[in-house]
Nanobody, 127 residues
């Protein structure tokens, strides 16, 4: 059983910052570094959308245009954690943020390409 557990969400004013964390653990999720990790988000009434991704080696990153220059994804393959640093937050960033994992090196922006999901953490940005 694979588990991805997000934390770090909360309420913040516009212009503020939050850092989300996703801890991965599983009896068979033996090698965290073999999985590409990503963050998605879903606002009320909207489809889930790709936010950022980092391949298993951590040597590159990919971002949605709406968060480029403000968000940074990173991973720690020793502690099996992936982070999303969010700066200059805007009210339109308000959503439930999900961590996702897929086996392999390729970052995909489509959620159906990911095999494992966390339960989500709520981020609310007030104006």
């Amino acid at each position: 059983q694979v588990q991805l557990v997000e934390s770090g969400g909360g309420l913040v004013q516009a212009g503020g910052s939050l850092r989300l964390s996703c801890a991965a653990s599983a009896r068979t999720f033996s090698t965290f570094s073999t999985y590409t990790m990503a963050w998605f988000r879903q606002a009320p009434g909207k489809e889930r959308e790709f936010v950022a991704g980092v391949p298993r080696t951590g040597d590159s990153t990919s971002y949605a245009d709406s968060v480029k220059g403000r968000f940074t994804i990173s991973r720690d393959n020793f502690d099996n954690i992936v982070y999303l640093q969010m700066n200059s937050l805007k009210p339109e960033d308000t959503a439930t943020y999900f961590c996702a994992a897929r086996f392999g090196h390729m970052i995909h922006t489509m959620d159906r390409r990911y095999d494992y999901w966390g339960q989500g953490t709520q981020v609310t940005v007030s104006s």
